[in-house]
C-alpha cells in the first residue's frame, strides 16, 4: 500500500503553546487528506477534510480557528493546534487518498500531551 | 444520518478458531467498505477493501458483503493471539470520498 509519514510520533507541550503536525504522502500525491482525532477507548472522529490547493472543511464542532490545516502541496498537509489546552490531549492521525484511491492511508498518528 | 454499527465487544475467540466480525450500514448508496485493524496505540491499517456483494478472501482474511442486507463482515481463520486489535469497518460515503466509520470492535484471541 501506499506510504504516508506522519511527524512527530509524540510531542508534549506546554499549554498556550502551538504544535504543528505534518502529514506527508511518500510515494503517491494525496489529492485529499483526512484528519482525525482519537480519545482513548473511542473511535476515530473526523475532524476536518481538505483537497490540496482549497480550504479545509470542518466538522461541525470543530473549531477551524483552533486547528489551522494547510493543504499547500500533493504530498504534504499540516495540522496546527493553537493555544493548545490539556483538553487537546489526544492521539491526531492524518489519512492520505490519491486521485485514483478508493481507500485512504493512515499515518502513523501524532500523541498530543499539553501540560 | 449515515451511520456505521458495529459490536464494541470484547469479542473473545480461542487461538486457531474462526474470528467473526460483523458492521452495519444505513446508507443504501455506498460502494465501498473497508475493515481495518487498530493495535492499541496505533494508528489504523488497511485489512480488506471489498466493492461488490459476495466474499473477498486474502490469506486467512474473508471479507464478505451483503448489500441488499446492508452488512459487511470480516472472518479470520486460523485465528492468532496477533490479531488481537480492535476491527474498524468503514463505509466510503459520496462525497469526496470520506470515510463513515464504525466504532470498531474489540478482538481477543486467546492463547
Known amino acids: 500500500g501506499a506510504v504516508v509519514s506522519q511527524h512527530p510520533s509524540r510531542v508534549i507541550c506546554k499549554s498556550g503553546t502551538s504544535v504543528k503536525i505534518e502529514c506527508r504522502s511518500l510515494?503517491?500525491?494525496?489529492?485529499?487528506m483526512f484528519w482525525y482525532r482519537q480519545f482513548p477507548k473511542q473511535s476515530l472522529m473526523l475532524m476536518a477534510t481538505s483537497n490540496e490547493g482549497s480550504k479545509a472543511t470542518y466538522e461541525q464542532g470543530v473549531e477551524k480557528d483552533k486547528f489551522l490545516i494547510n493543504h499547500a502541496s500533493l504530498t504534504l498537509s499540516t495540522l496546527t493546534v493553537t493555544s493548545a489546552h490539556p483538553e487537546d490531549s489526544s492521539f491526531y492521525i492524518c489519512?492520505?487518498?490519491?486521485?485514483?484511491?478508493?481507500?485512504?492511508?493512515f499515518g502513523q498518528g501524532t500523541r498530543l500531551t499539553v501540560v | 444520518q449515515k451511520e456505521v454499527e458495529q459490536n464494541s465487544g470484547p469479542l473473545s475467540v480461542p487461538e486457531g478458531a474462526i474470528a467473526s466480525l460483523n458492521c452495519t450500514y444505513s446508507d443504501r448508496g455506498s460502494q465501498s467498505f473497508f475493515w481495518y485493524r487498530q493495535y492499541s496505540g496505533k494508528s489504523p491499517e488497511l485489512i480488506m477493501s471489498?466493492?461488490s456483494n459476495g466474499d473477498k478472501e486474502d490469506g486467512r482474511f474473508t471479507a464478505q458483503l451483503n448489500k441488499a442486507s446492508q452488512y459487511v463482515s470480516l472472518l479470520i481463520r486460523d485465528s492468532q493471539p496477533s490479531d488481537s486489535a480492535t476491527y474498524l469497518c468503514?463505509?466510503?460515503?459520496?462525497?469526496?470520498?470520506?470515510?463513515?466509520w464504525g466504532a470498531g470492535t474489540k478482538l481477543i484471541i486467546k492463547p
Open positions: 489519512s492520505a487518498r490519491g486521485t485514483f484511491n478508493t481507500e485512504a492511508f
Open positions: 510515494d503517491f500525491q494525496a489529492t485529499t
Open positions: 468503514a463505509v466510503r460515503g459520496d462525497s469526496n470520498y470520506q470515510l463513515i
Open positions: 471489498i466493492y
